[in-house]
């Protein structure tokens, strides 16, 4: 500029000024208030706090999952829950018990897909959880052999490049037939997910043998219709399946974890109690019993509690965000 006319640098440099201005306050350039520097990648902030739906190809299927942005959401390095309905239900069934509240209060993305389902079917979906129950609730996924690990799996690395993810802390949850799902997970894809905790699990099938100990939770109703507490068949998913008790699928996670014989009591409130186990590598076996609940997500919703029993408000997901927390993924050995 030195050749040109001392107003005209003025201009230009006012000009420039103004530009920079706008740029700033149209959100072009980011500072963030913390005085840390801003996210690398721009696709880990575009998603502000609210509600994405997304669909993905995998198996040559087309897949749907949900993605729930929390208001607390920066572009910082975020927890992932993942929520996997029960069967015959969706991904709207994380808000429908209430999985979006706990995800705005403590921060995490939430993360709900959609099982697959027969065609002329809408809404019986299903996971491919490993069960040996071939009718029922959960036989669709099941007999069409539907690659459900892979999927999720697929879900969390495209997940990973539209927000920030702490991959010390992805986990899982699932009702009923999700909850077995998430047992499978634990088994299958602990590369990926940090700890796991299952409500009314609809069975196991114990020739898994997870790649690593892994921390389980286990929550489950004395009055658990479909899947009884105490083992035996089941009255209102799929009759004829003679499932194992609680306890029993309990005995499995402590054997593989290799856990202490004894618990310590990590909570009692009401009618529930939970029991933690210590086990190897840092990981927690832990064990709740609700004495008087159904086949229901802990305090969740009532919707079905005249055929799958009474829900219980004596436990809740504050206890699973609490375990969850105990228990991020392992660091790598050095």
């Known amino acids: 500029m030195g050749n040109l006319p001392v107003a005209q640098q003025y201009q230009t440099i006012l000009l420039a000024a103004l530009l920079l201005a706008a740029l700033v306050t149209a959100g072009c350039i980011r500072h963030e208030a913390t005085g840390r520097p801003a996210a690398q990648n721009t696709n880990l902030i575009a998603y502000k706090p609210g509600d994405y739906d997304f669909r993905t190809v995998h198996g040559n299927i087309t897949r749907e999952y949900r993605m729930h942005v929390p208001p607390p959401y920066r572009g910082d390095p975020t927890q992932v829950v993942i929520y996997l309905h029960g069967g015959g239900g969706s991904m709207e069934d994380s808000k429908n018990q209430g999985l979006y509240n706990y995800s ?67 986990y899982a949850t699932g009702h009923s037939n999700g ?13 990926k997910i940090a700890a796991v905790a299952a409500a009314s699990p609809a069975g196991l099938e114990e020739n898994y043998s997870p790649l690593r100990p892994i921390s389980v939770m286990v929550i489950h109703g004395t009055a658990d219709p479909c899947v009884p507490y105490y083992g035996g068949p089941g009255g209102c998913i799929a009759t004829g399946i003679d499932y194992p008790s609680v306890q029993h699928e309990v005995d499995f996670w402590r054997k593989v974890d290799n ?26 076996v832990e064990f709740c019993t609700v004495i008087g609940m159904g086949h ?9 509690q005249d055929s799958v029993g009474p829900v219980s408000y004596d436990l809740s997901f504050d206890q699973i965000w609490e375990f969850f927390q105990r228990n991020p993924m392992p660091r790598p050995s050095t």
Request: proline share 5%.
């Open 104 to 170: 705005d209060k403590y921060g995490f993305i939430l993360l709900s897909p959609d099982g697959t389902n027969r065609l002329g079917t809408p809404g019986l979906r299903t996971w491919n959880a490993g069960r040996w129950d071939t009718s029922g609730c959960c036989g669709y996924a099941l007999d069409m052999n539907i690659d459900d690990v892979g999927f999720i799996s697929q879900m969390i690395d495209e997940t990973g490049k539209r927000v920030n993810v702490d991959p010390r802390h992805i």
């Open 179 to 191: 909850g077995a799902m998430s047992f499978r997970l634990a088994c299958e894809l602990p590369d």
């Open 296 to 304: 229901a997500w802990p305090s969740g919703s009532p919707a079905l």
């Open 259 to 284: 856990c202490n014989a004894t618990g310590t009591v990590v909570y009692q409130k009401g009618n529930a109690s939970c029991i933690s186990y210590s086990c190897s590598q840092g990981t927690e």
